[in-house]
């Protein structure tokens, strides 16, 4: 692997964290019910997808900045991951070149991400999904990335039209990404309870029609 160039990268310090009981507070809800609760707002647009499926991830944002086709702020960025993060990386939606393979999966894995949501590319994507952990992104390339910079990790960063910030939360599934903004996350939370209360009188009414048939 070529030589890692840091002198063009730039690292927000004591970045913000969501709770570790705001994250567990939307462990295992879909995408799509909290995006109902949003107002239908606040998903990244369906280019990028998983290359896990069958995953799921809910963490607190760290975002990383990146010039397109190059990945020497995702390297670097390791040293700011804290358990629960999930690496939200800006590739500026570059798809000449992968900015995450498996090496790097697994050192996010060892540092105790949550999982990553990239506007760029990956590679290795067998390996991907035999290691299981949790990855989104624009799409597959064969293709490394260079490693000169320039790069800021900690500073909000537009993923797939959205807006994602230290300290918001971010979920995904088979179906996509959503981020919810900090100030929002309680707010979010109750209505996510009121969407599922809905569903559930919808299936029920569904399940008396057909049984009086």
């Not at 894995?109 to 949550?114: I, L, P, Q, R, V």
């Not at 299981?132 to 624009?138: L, Q």
């Amino acid at each position: 692997m070529p030589p890692i160039d840091r002198d063009h990268i730039r690292a927000i310090p004591d970045l913000p964290r969501a709770s570790a009981d705001r994250i567990a507070g939307f462990a295992g809800v879909p995408v799509a019910v909290i995006g109902d609760a949003m107002e239908r707002l606040g998903m990244c647009d369906a280019g990028i997808g998983t290359i896990t499926p069958g995953r799921t991830a809910v963490g607190s944002v760290l975002p990383v900045l990146v010039r397109g086709g190059d990945n020497a702020g995702v390297h670097a960025c390791l040293e700011y991951v804290r358990p629960g993060d999930v690496i939200v990386i800006s590739g500026q939606a570059d798809m000449s070149r992968a900015l995450v393979g498996a090496l790097l999966a697994r050192k996010f894995a060892a540092a105790g991400a949550a999982g990553v949501v990239i506007d760029g590319c990956v590679r290795d994507q067998a390996e991907l999904r035999e290691l299981g952990f949790p990855v989104w992104a624009r799409g597959v390339t064969p293709a490394g990335p260079y490693k000169h910079g320039p790069a800021i990790i900690g500073e909000p960063v537009a993923v797939g039209g959205v807006v994602a910030a230290a300290g918001d939360l971010v979920a995904a599934d088979d179906d996509g990404v959503i981020v919810v903004p900090a100030a929002r996350a309680a707010e979010v939370r109750a209505a996510v309870d009121l969407v599922l209360e809905k569903e559930a009188a919808m299936l029920a009414a569904i399940n008396d029609q057909a049984s009086d048939h």
